[in-house]
């Protein structure tokens, strides 16, 4: 590599300087491997810029990059992932963070202030990204629709808000509210229209408005910071010959093409960077190590973007962006020539986000071919060319065609040649182009299949030209060569249509192990796109008396998009006694504001200590095996690796921890039982070497059999825990049978979904004389301590374990944080040094568990009315290889399998199968969301069976007031039927139902479905030991108060409700009170913040501990009434008046008895309804949710804006579980889903279209604090309403295609399942043609 340097001018640079937040940076050598979010947060201690996923996918390192274009007299400013930017990219250029544009103690940037005031940030770590990507839109662009801001935030992922609050804070910056600021009677808009409870409402109080947006500053586009005039005035920082050298690499960039071709020649295994988006995926997760890396950005050759003769020439150098927004105004001026240009536009709207948009270019995609390219197969169809240099052959032409793809990412250009442009042509008269991408997420997905399609046509209408082309159907892009042929000179008309299918079906192979899976809908999609095609030109040609028939009208397009609306009910009540209650006011989450602006502090954002060291974990690569050897000598041969702990570190019991059954091996002994176990940790002075080291770990293992993977394999080989089934009986169920009318039986599964949690698991240890302090990413730093006491052998007091905050958690970091905050304690403890560590995407989610994945088979007994008399469950629940809490979560599965019916006689049996893969823990709704979905299959299948609607069965077996649930709880205060009716009545049910189905009559290949599916949730831990609470209050001379309290934020505004809580209690302004964090030592033996419970126990907690301080402060207070509160706690202070009280509470004995299963289990219900309607496209199997109506009783709120906050954010999470999440997994195994890439949570266009949520009125809890209510877990399951929604919606399709309407639909609902169900003469010529080929790709968990 050293021969390089003959290469390298003497006038090169070797420093990088560049401009962070107006601040000018000199990196006197930059090594190459830094990505900018590494130097942002590590070395420039700017750690608002979050790290979620490292591979372009989450959004959360959202930067802007800015440069002074010289040749356009402008600045140019995009948004890029700086997890993926090369540092070594950013030279001459300025970058602005989330804390460049504004802060808490200066000034807020209108954006920041607008996403935290209309709540749009819960946990916050997802904030400064979309904050950065919103700014970057406005920099951009002075006059905004919705549309921009939709297509700023593609790539931008939120996991808490269901993204409803962050769309209506931002559309405050679409011109007509902007040009009318300020009015008074300004609210957020509501998308019910006239139908808005407060039209019809006139007493309703001024304050029901979620957000204010009168407060809002105006937004000033020319108060920007200014773009560093050095930069502007040297053309010295684009003219450069960059030249950097790293530890591994090298980093140039070459100022002419001479330059580029001869680095080229000489060193042909040299790469070329663009947009990093390809290598920066490879180098981190793949660990590939490319040498020479060579920016092209400053050769002009590549950088040309022109029309010419026949097409347009698209340089090396382009970005897709800048692509675009050519094409766009090309398109504009020339829309008759411009189709295939058309169709690569249609395409870059869905490629990736916005932000690899930004840098990526459509040559790197080229070059890469991936079989799942979107771009390839529209250049294979349209027979585009590219022109190639190298120094030795010179120029060379080649056109894209079947010769071009040679291989699995493989391209027929040679290693020492430059790709100068790519030349994509016009379409002609009488030619048709359409490309079509089908992903398994709308925006920022990666294909499954991509289909290019090109016709032409003679004046007689004969077709002379045809080319049909594939992504995704093997490992090159294809063209479907004889099909293609077959159309040439036919007329376009269905006999030629049958026979392209026929074609397609033979010429097209794909079997069941091909990687990807899903081969029949692959396959299957490959016709129906065609089909979609063939339906489009007939529409646009109208021959020969050939047109399309109105019921086909729609098979031709996609679904539109369309803008979202929403709208929020709630009351608040005026009979408030002082200024100072804020109870069932909206306040805004405490910590909002710190978050939109990167200074709320997460574990990782920790300024590192003095000699801090890195841990990082060593996973098992085997899912059964016996632990043969371990060699740790290379990789403690490494420079700066410090250690290496086994479990030869932690004898005996010290090794094992588990939540219930302490069956968890810390670093595992002897056996691993699934790829997810930790064999060891290295500890080294850098992550990158940690890292390195971890990978040069030799562990030899036997492998053992039989390796459990599913449900079915746990079935087949009797794995389950012990004491398992667990059964509960009420009735008599063979009473039942034998004397019901009629009975039917079924099955229902559901797969795992990933917590996706925005903040990974991290940890910190610091060890302090004898005592250990731990600040970790925990739902339950209480059991952190425990656990890192007994692995030390050393007493609980002496360990510390402290959480500010947590970037989300939904029950994944309850016990699962664990595995990494226990070894990074042990290691400080052992090495007497700080250590850190942060799990990286792919880590986290092969490591720590999932919700469990369930199957649930039933039979059910009912009479001719409906009446469902008895059920028998069998539900087997996959915990993977150890217990955790499973148990726990089986035992809530059990007790809510009723959902909301009465059934006089239950059999419920539960089965907890023990399998090789990561263990499963609590997730949102903690096995209810599973069983709860039983009962609406159940519902709905005796309904179908006596043809009646399922609404009816519902009505007549709904729980009603007094009735006994099946654990016989008496049901008191149910709210149910007051639920269910207003929300048919606030959707106008009945009426859609019939628009529904009248459009399903007219249209055949988009179905429409509407479901209603109620809830019933039960407040408690089930365990009486955790339903206590501690919290500490402190009043300090200045009359500020501290409180603590034993429960974790992790967004779901716990903090806040306590502040709001002590506030009232205190009679005392809400800032003056505060929350700094949780910590073990000011409130010890805390329960996990789980089960929604936090916000009831810690709420009398504080109560009791604000009652205390209030008992001694009114002699004060009586005697001097007209005191302020400063002026009473000074007295309180000089008369040695105690201002510290603790508060305790301890909450109702759960006296459930199993054994005669009675007793009270839950402290009450929480209820709702929801109603979803969907619209389906048959042929892709594509749906968007286009209304939701929520109506749910919380009680009297304490704060109506963070539980609609929690009841859309669930709602959000429960419909990526039922209808897109879905964890693929190897038969051996595997975890194939490891980061955004692979793995789909909803993004921004997938929430529903209308989002309607209202809390019920005038329904107080008398068993809560402050008459509310718990609201973290029980809305989740409303999401069902989708499911089923789109059930009915796939029926409609059946009965057209005179296939029976009875079919089972499992969760996730993803495309591929929506289409394969929809039943017609596509798939049912596809299907008998998938050939089953030995193991199968992915199986079902
Ligand atoms: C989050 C994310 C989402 C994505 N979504 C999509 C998607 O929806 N659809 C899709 O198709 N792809 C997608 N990709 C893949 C990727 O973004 C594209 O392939 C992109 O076009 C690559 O361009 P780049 O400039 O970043 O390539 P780089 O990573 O810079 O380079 C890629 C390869 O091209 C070579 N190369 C680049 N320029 C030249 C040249 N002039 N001459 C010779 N070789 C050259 C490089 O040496 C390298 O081998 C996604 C990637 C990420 C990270
Ligand atoms: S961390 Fe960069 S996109 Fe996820
Ligand atoms: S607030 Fe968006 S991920 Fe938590």
Redesign the pocket.
């Known amino acids: 590599m050293n021969d390089i340097e003959s290469l390298i001018p003497e006038d090169k640079e070797t420093r990088l300087v560049f401009f962070v937040n107006g601040k000018k940076v000199i990196e006197p050598s930059p090594d190459p491997l830094w990505t900018l979010l590494w130097y942002l947060r590590k070395r420039l201690l700017l750690t608002g810029t979050k790290y979620g996923c490292g591979?372009?996918?989450c959004g959360a390192c959202t930067v802007m990059l800015s440069q002074y274009r010289k040749h356009e007299d402008r600045v140019k400013h995009i948004a890029v992932?700086a997890c993926?930017t090369p540092l070594s990219a950013v030279h001459g250029l300025a970058v602005t963070t989330v804390e460049g544009i504004g802060s808490t103690a200066e000034k807020l940037h209108p954006v920041q202030e607008r996403i935290a005031k209309s709540h749009g940030s819960q946990c916050g770590f997802c904030t400064p990204g979309i904050v950065m990507s919103m700014y970057t839109l406005l920099r951009n662009k002075t006059s905004i629709k919705y549309e921009d801001i939709e297509t700023a935030l593609q790539?931008n992922l939120c996991r808490c808000t269901g993204y409803r609050p962050i769309i209506e804070g931002f559309k405050t910056f679409i011109e007509p509210w902007e040009a009318k600021y300020s009015p008074v009677d300004q609210v957020a808009s509501c998308g019910m229209g006239k139908d808005c409870c407060r039209n019809k409402n006139n007493d309703i109080n001024s304050d029901e408005k979620l957000f204010n947006t009168t407060e809002f500053k105006p937004y000033d586009p020319t108060q920007e910071p200014i773009f560093p005039p050095e930069l502007k005035l040297s053309d010295e920082y684009n003219s450069n010959y960059l030249f950097y050298r790293g530890e591994e690499n090298v980093w140039l960039r070459p100022r002419s093409l001479e330059e580029l071709l001869k680095i080229?020649e000489k060193f042909p295994f040299s790469?070329?960077?663009?947009?990093?988006?390809?290598?920066?995926?490879?180098v981190k997760f793949k660990r590939k190590v490319y040498p020479i890396l060579?920016s092209?950005l400053m050769v002009p050759e590549?950088n040309v973007l022109q029309v010419v003769d026949k097409g347009i020439q698209i340089?090396?150098?382009i970005?897709?962006t800048e692509l675009n927004s050519f094409l766009q105004h090309f398109i504009e001026k020339n829309n008759e020539k411009a189709g295939i240009l058309d169709s690569v536009s249609d395409m870059l709207h869905?490629?990736?986000?916005q932000?690899?948009?930004n840098?990526?270019?459509?040559?790197?995609?080229?070059?890469?071919s991936?079989p799942?390219?979107?771009?390839?197969p529209i250049l294979l169809a349209s027979s585009a060319t590219i022109c190639?240099s190298s120094s030795r052959n010179g120029l060379r032409k080649i056109t894209i065609d079947d010769n071009f793809f040679t291989g699995y990412r493989k391209v027929n250009?040679a290693d020492n040649?430059?790709?100068?442009y790519v030349e994509i042509p016009f379409t002609d008269k009488l030619q048709f182009f359409k490309a079509y991408?089908q992903?398994k997420r709308n925006d920022?997905?990666?294909?499954i299949v991509?289909a290019a399609f090109n016709v032409k046509f003679t004046d007689a209408y004969n077709v002379c030209e045809a080319q049909i082309c594939y992504?995704g159907m093997g490992p090159t892009t294809i063209c479907a060569s004889k099909s293609s042929n077959l159309i040439k000179g036919q007329h376009w008309n269905d006999a030629m249509l049958q026979k392209v299918f026929e074609s397609l079906t033979q010429e097209l192979q794909l079997n069941n192990s091909a990687p990807g899976g899903m081969a029949a809908y692959r396959k299957s999609l490959c016709l129906s796109l065609f089909f979609r095609f063939y339906m489009f030109v007939l529409s646009k040609l109208q021959y020969n008396g050939y047109c399309i028939d109105n019921k086909d009208a729609l098979g031709a397009y996609c679904i539109p998009s369309a803008e979202p609306e929403s709208s929020q009910c709630f009351e608040i009540k005026n009979n408030r006694k002082s200024d100072f209650d804020t109870i069932g006011k909206p306040i805004v989450h405490m910590s909002a504001l710190k978050q939109a602006t990167g200074e709320a502090i997460y574990c990782d954002d920790i300024q590192p200590t003095q000699g801090e060291l890195y841990l990082c974990l060593v996973k098992s690569t085997e899912s059964y095996a016996r632990i043969i050897s371990m060699d740790s000598s290379k990789a403690l041969s490494l420079p700066g690796v410090v250690a290496f702990l086994s479990a030869d570190d932690l004898p005996g019991q010290r090794n094992k921890m588990g939540a219930i059954e302490q069956d968890e091996d810390i670093f595992a002994r002897n056996v691993v039982t699934s790829q997810s176990c930790i064999v060891g940790a290295v500890v080294a002075t850098s992550e990158n070497i940690a890292r390195k080291a971890r990978d040069a770990i030799v562990v030899n293992y036997e492998k053992l059999h039989p390796v459990v993977v599913s449900i079915e394999d746990a079935i087949y080989n009797k794995s389950y825990f012990p004491g398992y089934p667990k059964t509960l009986n009420k009735g008599n169920v063979d009473d039942a049978f034998s004397k019901c009318t009629k009975t039917t039986e079924g099955i229902i599964r559901n797969g795992a979904q990933e917590h996706f949690y925005l903040e990974t698991m991290s940890a910190i240890a610091v060890r302090k004389e004898d005592d250990l302090e731990i600040v970790c990413s925990s739902q339950d730093p209480a059991e952190v301590s425990i656990l890192v006491s007994k692995a030390l052998g050393i007493p609980n007091n002496k360990v510390v374990t402290t959480v500010k905050r947590i970037g989300g958690g939904f029950g994944g970091k309850e016990t699962r944080a664990n595995v990494l905050a226990v070894p990074v304690a042990v290691a400080a403890y052992k090495l007497k040094k700080p250590i850190r560590a942060v799990f990286d995407r792919d880590e986290d989610m092969q490591i720590t568990g999932y919700r469990h994945p369930c199957l649930i088979k039933y039979k059910v007994a009912f009479n001719d009315d409906g009446k469902i008399t008895g059920i028998i469950y069998e539900m087997y629940f996959n915990a993977g290889n150890y217990m955790d809490i499973s148990p726990s979560m089986v035992s809530r599965a059990i007790f809510h399998v009723d959902n909301c019916y009465f059934v006089p006689n239950i059999q419920v049996n539960a089965y907890l199968c023990k399998t090789n893969t990561p263990s499963n823990t609590a997730f949102r709704g903690f096995g209810a969301p599973q069983a709860m979905l039983a009962a609406e299959v159940v519902v709905r299948d005796v309904a179908a069976k006596l043809n009646k609607p399922y609404e009816n069965l519902i009505e007549m077996n709904l729980y009603r007031e007094g009735d006994l649930t099946h654990f016989n709880q008496k049901l008191v205060h149910c709210s149910l039927s007051r639920c269910w009716n207003e929300c048919i009545e606030t959707s106008n049910y009945w009426e859609r139902k019939k628009h529904v189905e009248e459009f399903n009559r007219l249209n055949r290949w988009k179905k429409k479905g509407i479901s209603l599916v109620p809830t019933k949730y039960g407040i408690s831990f089930g365990a009486d030991f955790f339903m206590q609470a501690g919290a500490l209050l402190h009043i300090y001379r200045d009359g500020s108060v501290l409180l603590s309290i034993g429960g974790i934020e992790m967004g779901q505004g716990l903090f806040t409700k306590m502040i709001q809580v002590a506030s009232k209690a205190l009679d005392v302004d809400i800032s003056k009170v505060h929350i700094s964090e949780m910590a073990t030592d000011k409130v010890p033996n805390s329960s996990p913040t789980a089960a929604s419970m936090s916000s009831d126990l810690y709420g009398m907690a504080v109560l009791n501990a604000c009652e205390k301080l209030n008992e001694r402060l009114k002699p004060i207070k009586e005697m001097n009434p007209n005191w302020s509160w400063e002026e009473w706690i000074s007295s309180a202070y000089f008369d040695r008046i105690a201002l510290s009280a603790t508060g305790f509470y301890s909450a109702q004995k759960v006296d459930y008895n199993a054994e005669t299963n009675s007793g009270t289990l839950y402290e009450y219900f929480t209820y709702g309804v929801a109603c979803s309607e969907v619209i389906i496209d048959c042929l892709t199997g594509d749906h968007q949710v286009l209304r939701t109506d929520i109506v749910m009783d919380l009680g009297d709120s304490l704060n109506p804006a963070i539980d609609i906050g929690q009841i859309e954010g669930a709602f959000v999470q429960g419909y990526g579980f039922y209808t897109m999440e879905e964890m693929l997994v190897s038969p051996s195994g595997e975890i194939l889903s490891k980061g955004?890439?692979a793995y789909k949570i909803p993004s921004l266009s997938d929430i529903p279209k209308q989002f309607n949520v209202s809390l019920l009125k005038g329904a107080p809890n008398p068993r809560a604090v402050y008459s509310s209510k718990a609201v973290g877990e029980p809305p989740l399951f409303l999401s069902a309403s989708v499911l089923f929604a789109i059930k009915e919606a796939i029926k409609s399709a059946r009965v057209d295609a005179g296939v029976t309407p009875d079919f089972t639909l499992s969760a996730p609902a993803t495309c591929a399942r929506i289409r394969m169900a929809c039943v017609d003469f596509i798939t049912q010529q596809v299907e008998p043609t998938i050939k089953n080929d030995g193991k199968p790709w992915n199986i079902e968990l």
């Open positions: 591979e372009g996918g992932n993926l790539g080229k790469k070329i960077v663009v947009g990093n988006t390809e290598i920066g995926v490879e060579i092209p590549l340089g090396g150098a970005t897709l869905y490629f990736a986000g932000q690899v948009r840098v990526a270019s459509l040559v790197g995609n080229i070059i890469t991936s799942i390219s979107d771009i390839n190639v250009i040649e430059v790709v100068l991408k992903a920022d997905d990666i294909s991509t992504g955004p890439g």
